[in-house]
Every structure is written in structure tokens, then in C-alpha cells.
């Protein structure tokens, strides 16, 4: 067995610990007899105590391990969205800022022009909220999505202009924290950002 499907199967064994019940009303998700199912990086995502199937497939790669580290940490508290927090403003985030602007947002840079015309799609299918975070958050264009039901991503888009180069900056959900670990976010930031150019190649 490999080592994600190892780690895999142990957080699913901690996440079903307390029963589907519990768990359902946690991630949150709608019970039913394939397993428990909600929106996991704009895809349908069933968990069962065995495996993580995404759009229907069984995932046993990084995302994988991402949705169900997610579900073995998942709590009966509620999304605090604001203030949104920077991943440099975490705890213990040093080591990983490099790797986390390198993989979250540098990859969104070359395309920054573009993200206007795709946000109404890409807030459809990350359940992308149109109407926050508030109008005067800094930036020409934002995108509130959430990659997971209680992980919400905020990315702040400058456009290029004739002075600047154009820049992404990614944050968080106040409360991210509690619903995941910090290596956990910052994966959970970088498959979003790969799922955002998925979807932009994909509609193309």
C-alpha cells in the first residue's frame, strides 16, 4: 500500500471514529447509502470509511489526503470568514511561505488578466460566494471560493497596468486553522489554485 493511501485510510479511520452521523454534521455533508458527499475542490466528494472518491473516482493521490485530513479534523464549529488572514500571519508558517507563494499564487500570476471574464464560472463551481468579501477589499478583482465546506480562500487579483506587474495574493478564513493543520491549508491552497486553471483550461 502506498504511503497516501496509508495515510489515507488512517485519517478516515479517525475521521469515522464517532460515526457517519457525527461526521456528516461536522464536514458538513448529506448522508446517503454510497457515504457521505459535499463539494471538495469544485468536485462531488463521497467519503466512506474506506476511500475518498472525487467526481465519482477513487482518489488516492495528495488531494485525497487533503480532503480526508480535512475530515478527520473536522469540528461542529462554524466559518469565521473575517479577517481574512494571510498564510504569513499563521503560526509556524515560515518554513512553508516560500513553497506557498511559489504553488498558490505565483501560478495565477500569467493568467491574472484573464480572471475577470472566468470568475462568475469559477465562483459556480468552487461555491464561490459573489457577494463578499466586502467592497473594500484591496485589489481589482477578488474570488471568495471555497476548495473545501468550511476552508474558504480569498484571492486578491492586481492587474498588470503600466507601472505594475500583475500579483495574486491568497488568503484565508480566520478560523482556517481550526479545521485543518497548517501543512493541510497550505496544500489545501495549492490544489485550489491548480483546480482554478484546471477549470480555465477545461472552458477554454
Same mark, same amino acid.
Given at each position: ?5 496509508? +495515510? ?19 464536514? !458538513?455533508?448529506? @448522508? ?25 473516482? @477513487? ?5 485525497? =489526503? ?9 469540528? &461542529? ?10 498564510? *504569513? ?16 499564487? @505565483?501560478?495565477?500570476?500569467? *493568467? ?20 463578499? !468579501? ?7 478583482? /477578488?474570488? +471568495?471560493?471555497?476548495? +473545501? !465546506? ?8 492586481? &492587474? ?10 491568497? =488568503?484565508? /478564513? ?10 493541510? =491549508? ?7 489554485? *491548480? *483546480?482554478? &486553471? ?7
Amino acid at each position: 500500500m502506498s504511503q497516501y493511501k496509508t +495515510l489515507i485510510r488512517d485519517n478516515l479511520r479517525n475521521a469515522f471514529a464517532g460515526g457517519s452521523e457525527s461526521l456528516a454534521g461536522c464536514l !458538513p455533508a448529506r @448522508q446517503g447509502p454510497e457515504g457521505l458527499t459535499f463539494s471538495a475542490f469544485g468536485a462531488s466528494c463521497t467519503l466512506t470509511p474506506e476511500a475518498v472518491l472525487l467526481g465519482g473516482e @477513487q482518489e488516492t493521490g495528495p488531494r485525497g =489526503l487533503v480532503v480526508s485530513l480535512y475530515a478527520a479534523n473536522a469540528t &461542529l464549529d462554524s466559518v469565521c470568514l473575517e479577517p481574512l488572514i494571510a498564510f *504569513r500571519d499563521l503560526p509556524d508558517s515560515m518554513p512553508y511561505q516560500g513553497a506557498f507563494a511559489a504553488n498558490t499564487e @505565483q501560478p495565477l500570476v500569467p *493568467r491574472a488578466s484573464e480572471i475577470p471574464a472566468w470568475r462568475s464560472r469559477l465562483l459556480k463551481a468552487l461555491k464561490g460566494d459573489e457577494t463578499n !468579501p466586502s467592497p473594500d477589499t484591496p485589489g481589482d478583482i /477578488s474570488l +471568495l471560493v471555497f476548495p +473545501l !465546506p468550511k476552508i474558504a480562500l480569498c484571492y486578491i487579483v492586481y &492587474l498588470p497596468d503600466e507601472e505594475f506587474t500583475a500579483s495574486v495574493t491568497c =488568503l484565508f /478564513s480566520n478560523n482556517a486553522r481550526t479545521f485543518m493543520p497548517l501543512d493541510g =491549508l497550505a496544500d489545501t491552497a495549492e490544489y485550489a489554485t *491548480r *483546480r482554478i &486553471l484546471e477549470l480555465m483550461t477545461e472552458d477554454a
